[in-house]
């Protein structure tokens, strides 16, 4: 089985999109939800940048934390973010599959927490990562997926050809042999990999015209999209020019006065028995 490709790729841009929704819209909240005593081991199974690997490591002094990562362009880009902050040896950045595992063999069975965002929609086995997870974290250990469904998204006022553009950016999952909607699948994830869930939430992401991130949030969004173009003009999913033109809408609208958008990702939490 080929690996799919990743939809978003590894530019420049793409690099400083990432790290800027990083620092402003996930890590705050995603830290929050974890509630992280400060001595946990924890193992992060695609770290990407790695700048929510390294929050991790400062909210645990007292612990440790290992990031995984098989894109080489996202591993430089980690610890080149790393060493810029000076900060070259807080977390551990490996390079590993995490379909494979790329864990030392005396590590598995020994981490409290294994950690998972934005990984499972881009992978075609999601249930080898899940199990892999869970071979990770010790007995009474937390499992914890954090993902899309991109279902969710909803603008007011809706610009032109934003329904179009949105429903062939969800399509391109499945040319890619991914899907697009494993947020709703988080906890049946969970169970399938003998994990007992034990909580199912939403962290929102959404906000209007006159918020201070809103520009972030607006150009975030249509920055998954935009990614994505030619994977989805390839595939016949939408036409070029129309596409081009969702996106010209999408920037208009960003700017009105009324605008509005709702978003959230799904995050569900495991102990492993």
């Not at 390294?54 to 430089?76: F, H, I, K, T």
């Amino acid at each position: 089985m080929t690996t799919p490709v990743y939809i978003h790729g590894t530019s420049a841009e793409e690099q400083r999109r990432l790290s800027l929704m990083n620092d402003v819209l996930l890590n705050p909240r995603s830290l929050r939800e974890m509630g992280l005593r400060g001595d946990e081991r924890i193992v992060d199974f695609g770290s990407g940048l790695g700048q929510f690997t390294r929050a991790m490591a400062r909210a645990v002094p007292r612990g440790s934390v290992v990031g995984l990562e098989r894109n080489a362009d996202q591993l430089e880009g980690a610890r080149r973010l790393a060493a810029a902050d000076s900060e070259d040896g807080l977390a551990d950045f490996r390079s590993a599959d995490v379909l494979d595992g790329g864990l030392h063999e005396n590590e598995w069975g020994t981490f409290d927490v294994a950690h998972a965002r934005f990984v499972l929609e881009h992978v075609r086995d999601p249930d080898a990562v899940v199990r892999n997870m869970m071979r990770a974290v010790r007995p009474g250990g937390r499992i914890i997926l954090a993902d899309d469904d991109h279902g969710l998204m909803r603008l007011w006022p809706e610009p032109p050809g934003f329904s179009d553009l949105w429903r062939a950016y969800i399509r391109s999952y499945d040319r890619n042999g991914t899907d697009p909607f494993i947020g709703r699948r988080l906890v049946a994830l969970l169970h399938a990999a003998g994990a007992l869930p034990r909580r199912n939430t939403l962290l929102f992401f959404g906000g209007c015209a006159g918020m201070e991130s809103f520009d972030v949030l607006a150009a975030n969004m249509i920055g998954v999209a935009a990614t994505a173009r030619n994977l989805i003009v390839e595939h016949d999913l939408m036409e070029a020019a129309s596409f081009d033109a969702a996106i010209e809408h999408f920037h208009a609208w960003s700017k009105r006065p009324d605008a509005a958008l709702w978003y959230a990702m799904s995050w569900a939490e495991a102990l492993r028995p």
